[in-house]
């Protein structure tokens, strides 16, 4: 059994964390944002109520979290970069993000963001989550060919709202 660590990151967490970054999400971040990943990774955070940095076997594996579309709307954002670290851990990484999803889910309706084309693994991992690939859509300076992916997230059941 691998051993599993999350805690609560802060934007000044950036500055160890992009470094580690998978080239495809350093660029990724870059055809969005036209901004270096750590810049864009601090903004991520910053604007993210709980964003958590996970370890997988003592290597940083990933951050990610939800950010909430406006403060009315029950429209989340998630996000997640990985580390170089991932490569030996994507099986142990699944069946902890099934769960992590199941979490940063609560209290929203939708989850929906952008993954860039080229970020093959991603979208794997985003389909086997149960996002659909909704619609190409072209962003950013260079008008780099993103997937808006979105996941609708059903209710509770009855008892479990009323137990709330």
Known sequence: MRAVKMRIIEPAD???IAPHMRGIDILEAWHLTGIEAEQALRMTIAATPEPVAGWI????????????RTIACRTGIPWLVATDAMEGVWMSFLTLSEAELEEVAEGYDVLTNFVWVEN????????????????????GAEH??????????????????EAD
């Open 120 to 139: 093959e693994k991603a979208i794997r991992w985003l389909q086997w989550l149960g996002f659909e690939m909704v619609e190409t859509v072209y962003m």
């Open 57 to 68: 076997d003592g290597k940083l594996v990933a951050a990610w979290g939800v950010i909430p």
């Open 144 to 161: 780099a060919p993103f997937y808006r992916f979105e996941k609708r997230i059903p209710a509770p059941p009855a008892d479990e709202e």
């Open 14 to 16: 950036a500055a160890w």
